[in-house]
């Protein structure tokens, strides 16, 4: 079975942004990163489909996950997996 897509809007300054990288290179998990201050038009984009203006916001699929403390969250309960179809 293949994992589904994640996608995180993100910018490299941001302490939050890599709190949710380590989490997700801990997890080995490939991730696709938007960076939202180089590509400008992406910040719309994702306020389109999350509804938030912070970063980061992070999707598994067509899930809306929510920023580092929601990944987190679902990590350390087990529900991340379930999200991964494991």
């Known amino acids: ?5 994640i996608v995180m809007y ?11 990288r380590q989490v997700l290179r801990r997890r080995k998990l490939p991730f696709t990163e938007i960076d939202v201050v180089a590509e400008p038009g992406m910040r719309a984009e994702m306020m389109a489909r999350s509804g938030r203006r912070t970063v980061p916001q992070i999707f598994i699929g067509d899930t809306h996950v929510g920023g ?3 990944l987190c969250e679902l990590d350390a309960d087990g529900r991340l997996d379930a999200l991964l179809g494991d």
Not at 10 to 20: G, V
């Open 68 to 70: 580092s403390d929601e």
């Open 10 to 20: 993100a910018n490299q300054s941001c302490p939050y942004c890599e709190r949710a």
């Open 1 to 5: 079975m293949s994992l589904p897509d």
